[in-house]
């Protein structure tokens, strides 16, 4: 099972930008599919973005298309989430996630999951 640990989260003003990295341990790492879920209080996890195992595929939630990028370095067991134009309403804890091979936009299809990292945007 892949080992997962988020950082980079923080409080910024709309508009502004964060990068989120999810270090990854486990010799199998570029053998998952990775995603990107959030979660706000009171609030169902929800998708965010998805990159296959190759990374030449990536899905978004609408949501979040043209202003999140997800990315990965399988050589640094990394995967990336790039917000740029951030808005209040993508304040949520956010949670880095592997499933073997193939991806899903469903959170129950992901084994293995991140401890989360808050990312909190001002209006």
């Known amino acids: 099972q892949v080992q997962l640990v988020e950082s980079g989260g923080g409080l910024v003003q709309a508009g502004n930008s964060l990068r989120l990295s999810c270090a990854a341990s486990g010799r199998t790492f570029s053998t998952h599919a990775m995603g990107w879920f959030r979660q706000a209080p009171g609030k169902e996890r929800e998708f965010v973005a998805a990159?296959?195992?190759?990374?030449?595929?990536?899905y978004y939630a609408d949501s979040v298309k043209g202003r999140f990028t997800i990315s990965r370095d399988n050589a640094k067991n990394t995967v990336y989430l790039q917000m740029n134009s951030l808005k209040p309403e993508d304040t949520a804890v956010y949670y880095c996630?592997?499933?073997?091979?193939?991806?899903?936009?469903?959170?129950?299809?992901?084994?293995?999951w991140g401890q989360g990292t808050q990312v909190t945007v001002s209006s």
């Open positions: 996630a592997a499933k073997y091979y193939s991806g899903s936009t469903y959170a129950n299809d992901y084994s293995s």
């Open positions: 990159i296959n195992w190759s990374g030449d595929s990536t």
